[in-house]
């Protein structure tokens, strides 16, 4: 994988009200992690713009220049996380992991399925078990995605992570027996079966009741009560 230069500058600017003034300038506040160690830096948000839209994705590998720093000598580095604004979805801030091309990097790689599974047309539908893989290799061995042929997929079919073409110097840590996709029907929920001759019972609706039948109800209930008094007085 080729790597993409990015140039940076120390950042002093610390604070929330700080780094808003440095992304209102079009900078992106970061941080360059190394162990223990990590250094606070600025970098423009339009180049970082270009280097995070590159094939490789947020996999890239950056030759990261830092102007004024002791060592002129650019720092290879990987992506390790990236804020973003939620609504907007603007770049708030980024960590970068200071790395050696000589040591292997557990990483992970997105899967591309390509193609049209022959089994689409009786109603088939591909079902994502793993988007994507974690694996094992050196800086410039990532790929930007592992590339999945589901063309000759028929409904029931599946693809195992051992079937598939991982490049040269990588090593996928997934259980090999683990199923990637599989082409399976949609589940559709059948109906109740009614029973022929069962009395299908509806269910018993409570009407409310007029104010006027309420005092209707109300007077019929006390009747027995005003007659009771009437004996008595004529008694």
């Known amino acids: 994988m080729e790597k993409i230069k990015l140039k940076a500058t120390p950042r002093e600017e610390i604070g929330k009200e700080k780094v808003k003034k440095l992304r209102a300038l079009g900078l992106i506040p970061a941080v360059v992690y190394k ?4 250094l606070n830096i600025k970098v ?55 790395i050696s091309l000589t040591e292997v990097l557990t990483i992970k790689v997105p899967i591309a399925a390509k193609g049209e599974p022959k089994g689409a047309k009786e109603g088939g539908v591909l079902e994502h078990v793993f988007w994507e893989l974690e694996v094992e290799c050196l800086p410039e061995q990532i790929p930007e995605n592992i590339l999945i042929d589901i063309n000759s997929m028929e409904v029931g079919d599946s693809i195992l992570v051992k079937d598939l073409k991982i490049p040269a110097g990588v090593k996928v840590l997934a259980d090999p027996e683990a199923t990637v996709v599989s082409l399976a029907i949609p589940h559709v929920e059948e109906a109740a079966e009614v029973v022929p001759g069962e009395e299908v019972v509806e269910p018993e609706m409570i009407m409310e009741k007029k104010p006027e039948e309420e ?15 009437e004996k008595k007085e004529k008694a």
Do not use: C, M
């Open 44 to 98: 423009s948000a339009k180049d970082l713009n270009k280097v995070i839209h590159t094939k490789a994705g947020e996999n890239v590998v950056v030759s990261l220049e830092i102007e004024d720093a002791k060592t002129k000598k650019p720092k290879t580095v990987i992506i390790k996380e990236i804020q973003y604004h939620v609504l907007k979805g603007d770049t708030l801030h980024i960590d970068f992991n200071e």
């Open 35 to 38: 162990g223990k160690n990590s």
């Open 215 to 229: 005092e209707a109800a109300a007077e019929e209930a006390k009747a027995p009560e005003k007659e009771k008094k």
